[in-house]
């Protein structure tokens, strides 16, 4: 890395600190004339006890004492009060930093299209939101001030005792090479450690995340034990992690304690010595032993403290790591309005594939007047799910172009685009809130009549007056009050009130049972009418009401033209309907 270029965790911290700044620059001051006050207590108390008390003793005046204890208080007050300061200011430092993180860090989640999503899974992301957050907070709310405040005392220290003392400061001096050693040592393995740690906090969560997510599956194929075990493993793992730092950090303590001991003993010793031969005043020697026992407690802060920036570290690697993901789906350098869809969807030699993987689209050409409706059916991996994606541009393509009313869609205003395709898929996902609320995310400025309509039309009006408390009544995650197929009618009545020009459904019927196939097929046709819709499904109940059935395989349209018109051509489709009605039968 060059000099004029910066570690992503560097640019990172430095773009959290810019708008902050000014207080951080009052922080700086605040902790440097905190550490002042604080390191001149030894200073005067040697001064104290040989001019001071030598003046009251020998000749009767208490001024020299009086003022010695006064500048004395009144130092140790202004060390306390600035001390008090450093952790207020320090702390709103902290908290608007990690507040401008965890905004930057949900909004470019948001961002990122399915792709990241799909490949980056959620339990990685939610231990970027906690646990990577939470080690930043620990080194920002004091980490960083005790670490500079604990390395300009020991330098104080250091300069007060040459001054005062220029003997006992080469002993501390001297005694600094094996405490630097032991930090050295310290620093290098916890280092190692931490990112162990992280590492296992990480899989830690994730695992958890994934197991809570996937419960039913879990619960499905008797997999509990299996998962507890995997669990069971990953936090012993974690465990081992955070008893060998525990270790390494009382080797470290202990050690540095040992050193401090020892230099206080030599500082008395020399001191004392000089004493009995009256090279030394004995408040001199007063200022210096406190002056050696000060220095060894900031380099151990300085430790305890490597241990939240090694951490830190870490995790601002990860967090700038997601904050320099890209979209594969970039917003338009210069959009395209389009007020009014009308819904004629093209597909213009379309290739497309997932990453790097072959094309599951080789060279797709499609043309969807507006109004139409239009079922695809294929077996598994066709590419049916894959076309309606990259209707709702949820991927672009390779090459060619998706248009809606002649409007290349990497062109067209992403606002204009969401209001204009709809999309629903098989997972009918409710969010935490009542009904109302759920169905109102199709169109948040609706109201109540405009709801309870939207809920009719689809056949679900009766289900949710059926609740406790009716459309305020609350959806827990996920949707669990509901049953799958209740919850799908609501993601429909949702799409109904969002009144799209292109509406998608992949899948959306699949989790209805028969009965409730029949209620929502009325509402289908409400829902449908008037406006271009794209529909996967599997039960041709549903594709026989549409104008246009496309059979796609291998990524190709091999079939074209209305159902009946397929039905009696004798192709793939009318195999599907053969064995369609037999079912019936």
């Excluded at 936090?235 to 730092?245: F, H, P």
């Amino acid at each position: 890395m060059s000099r004029g270029e910066r570690s992503p965790s560097l640019a990172l911290l430095m773009s959290l600190a810019r708008p902050v700044r000014g207080r951080v620059a009052l922080l700086a001051v605040v902790v440097v004339l905190a550490q002042l006050a604080l390191a001149a207590g030894p200073l005067l108390i040697a001064w104290g006890t040989d001019a001071a008390l030598a003046a009251a003793q020998g000749r009767g005046e208490l001024g020299p004492a009086l003022v010695c204890s006064a500048v004395y208080l009144t130092a140790a007050i202004v060390g306390g009060v600035l001390s008090a300061a450093t952790i207020k200011i320090a702390a709103g430092v902290s908290q608007s930093m990690l507040l401008d993180l965890r905004s930057r860090l949900f909004r470019h989640t948001q961002r990122l299209d399915l792709e990241f999503h799909e490949r980056y899974t959620s339990g990685r992301v939610i231990s970027r939101q906690t646990s990577d957050t939470e080690a930043l907070r620990e080194l920002l709310d004091g980490g960083v001030t005790a670490l500079a405040g604990s390395a300009l005392s020991m330098i104080l220290t250091v300069v007060f005792l040459v001054t005062m003392d220029w003997p006992s400061g080469v002993v501390l001096l001297v005694a600094l090479v094996p405490a630097v050693l032991v930090t050295r040592w310290f620093q290098q393995r916890s280092s190692v450690q931490f990112r162990r740690q992280r590492t296992a906090s990480a899989r830690l969560i994730v695992h958890f995340v994934e197991a809570m997510t996937g419960m039913r599956a879990l619960q499905a194929f008797r997999r509990e034990r299996r998962s507890s075990e995997d669990y069971t493993e990953l936090a012993l793992d974690y465990r081992e992690a955070n008893v060998e730092s525990i270790r390494q950090f009382g080797v470290f303590d202990t050690s540095l304690t040992a050193i401090g001991n020892v230099t206080v003993a030599l500082v008395l010793l020399v001191s004392g010595l000089r004493v009995i031969d009256g090279s030394m005043a004995i408040g001199v020697v007063l200022g210096s032993v406190m002056y050696a026992r000060r220095f060894f407690a900031p380099l151990a802060q300085i430790g305890t403290f490597y241990n939240s920036l090694q951490s830190a570290i870490a995790a601002l690697e990860k967090l700038s790591s997601l904050l320099a993901e890209s979209p594969t789906v970039p917003e338009p350098t210069r959009p395209v309005g389009l007020a009014r869809a009308r819904g004629r969807v093209d597909f213009d030699h379309v290739e497309f594939g997932y990453g790097t993987l072959p094309a599951v689209l080789p060279d797709l050409d499609l043309h969807i007047p507006a109004g139409q409706q239009v079922a695809l059916v294929g077996t598994t991996g066709a590419g049916k799910s894959t076309i309606a994606k990259l209707v709702a541009r949820f991927y672009d393509v390779r090459r060619g172009s998706v248009r809606l009313d002649g409007v290349d869609l990497r062109d067209l205003a992403s606002d204009d685009l969401r209001r204009a395709v709809v999309m629903v898929t098989q997972e009918a996902y409710l969010f935490s809130g009542s009904v109302a609320a759920n169905i109102a995310i199709g169109n948040p400025r609706a109201t109540r009549q405009q709801i309870e309509a939207a809920a009719r039309a689809v056949g679900v009006h009766d289900v949710v007056m059926a609740l406790p408390e009716g459309y305020d009544t609350p959806v827990d995650g996920r949707g669990v009050r509901l049953s799958a197929g209740q919850r799908q009618l609501v993601s429909f009545a949702r799409a109904f009130l969002a009144d799209p020009a292109v509406l998608v459904l992949d899948e959306a019927t699949s989790s209805l049972d028969v009965p409730g196939e029949r209620i929502v097929q009325e509402g289908l046709e409400t829902l449908l009418a008037d406006r271009t819709s794209i529909v996967i499904a599997h039960r041709l109940s549903t594709v026989m009401a549409a104008d246009r059935v496309l059979v796609v395989e291998g990524g190709r349209i091999v079939e074209d033209g209305s159902p009946a018109e397929l039905v009696e051509a004798g192709g793939h489709f009318a195999k599907l309907h053969e064995g369609w009605q037999a079912t019936l039968g």
